[in-house]
C-alpha cells in the first residue's frame, strides 16, 4: 500500500493511497478518514460508495463528512468506482459504463471479467486491507452510497450481513433490472441472461433475505432520474413484502447532487454510529 497524500482534518487525517489489487489484478485508489482517538482505540467503519463518474475523492470532498465523523468517532472508507488500469476496449466510449461505472459487481464477460471485480474489491479485499493498516474494529463495519454506490451499498449489505451491520444510501438504483442503467451495466458485466442480474438487485434481494437491521434512504423529489433510474417504490413494496426494516425518506426540492447528500449526511452518519456501536 502506498500513501500519496495526506492532510490533517477536524483533529484526524484524511488520506489517499494506491495498491494493488488481486481482485481488480491492477492498482486501485481510495481514501481514509480517521478520526481523532484515544491510543488503541479500535473504531466503527463506514464504507461510502460514489456514484458513476467518481472518484475515491468524490464522497472525501464533497459531502462535508469528516466533521461529522470526528464527533461520533467513525473511520470513513471511500474507495473508487472502478479500475483505471489497464485501459479496456470501450471502456472509456460512455460515461455510465466502463471506466468509473463499475457498478459495484463482479463481471463475468469479456473483457470485464478480468479487472471489473468491484463486488469482490469493496466487500472483502478493501475492508482486509483497512482492517491491517487502519485502527479499525473489525467487527463494526457500515455501508453507505450515493446512486449507483447507493445500489452498492444495499447489495453489499444484504449479500454480506457478516461484514456489513448497518446500511443507508442516497438516491440509490433501487431496482437495476428494471430500469436503463441497470440494464446497460448488468447486461455488458453479467451477460444477457437476465436470472444472473438478479444477484445485484437491492429490490430483488430484500424479498427474499431481508437485512437485519434498519435500512435509511432517502430521495430527492426534484432529482432528474427519480422517476425512470431510481425507482424507490420497487425498495419500497420489497420491503414491504420482505419484512424489511426501512426508513425511506423523500424529500421535496432536492436533486441528485452533493448538496443533497450534505445536507442529510449527518443523519446518516449517526444512523450508522447508533447500529455499530
Not at 488481486?22 to 466503527?44: E, I, K, N, T
Not at 469479456?110 to 466487500?123: D, E, N, Q
Request: contains cysteine; charged residues 15%.
Amino acid at each position: 500500500m502506498e500513501t500519496f497524500a495526506t492532510h490533517a482534518c477536524f483533529g484526524g487525517t484524511q488520506s489517499f493511497h494506491r495498491h494493488a489489487s488481486a481482485s481488480c489484478a491492477g492498482p486501485m485508489r481510495f481514501g481514509v478518514y480517521v478520526p481523532p482517538h484515544a491510543p488503541g482505540a479500535r473504531l466503527p467503519v463506514v464504507l461510502a460508495l460514489a456514484g458513476v463518474t467518481c472518484t475515491e475523492e468524490t464522497f472525501a470532498i464533497k459531502a462535508g463528512a469528516q466533521g461529522i465523523a470526528a464527533r461520533l468517532g467513525l473511520i470513513l472508507v471511500t474507495p473508487d468506482t472502478s479500475p483505471r488500469s489497464p485501459d479496456l476496449p470501450g471502456d472509456s466510449e460512455s460515461w455510465d459504463f466502463g471506466r468509473g461505472a463499475g457498478c459495484y459487481v463482479d463481471a463475468t464477460q469479456a473483457p470485464w471479467a478480468a479487472h471489473y471485480r468491484m463486488f469482490a474489491y469493496v466487500t472483502d479485499e478493501l475492508p482486509a486491507l483497512i482492517d491491517a493498516n487502519f485502527p479499525t474494529d473489525p467487527a463494526c463495519w457500515g455501508v453507505t452510497g450515493h446512486s449507483m454506490g447507493g445500489h452498492g451499498a444495499l447489495v453489499a449489505a444484504l449479500r454480506r450481513p457478516d461484514r456489513f451491520k448497518s446500511c443507508s444510501a442516497f438516491a440509490p438504483i433501487a431496482a437495476p433490472t428494471e430500469c436503463p442503467w441497470g440494464h446497460k451495466a448488468l447486461a455488458g458485466y453479467l451477460g444477457p441472461d437476465r436470472s444472473a442480474w438478479a444477484a445485484y438487485d437491492a429490490s430483488a434481494l430484500m424479498r427474499a433475505k431481508p437485512f437485519a437491521g434498519e435500512i435509511l434512504v432517502d430521495q430527492g423529489l426534484a432529482d432528474k432520474f427519480l422517476t425512470e433510474q431510481l425507482l424507490p417504490e420497487r425498495l419500497e413494496a420489497a420491503a414491504a413484502a420482505g419484512g424489511q426494516k426501512l426508513r425511506l425518506r423523500r424529500h421535496a426540492g432536492y436533486d441528485h447532487g452533493y448538496f443533497f447528500i450534505q445536507s442529510l449526511v449527518g443523519e446518516h452518519l449517526a444512523h450508522h454510529a447508533r447500529a455499530l456501536g
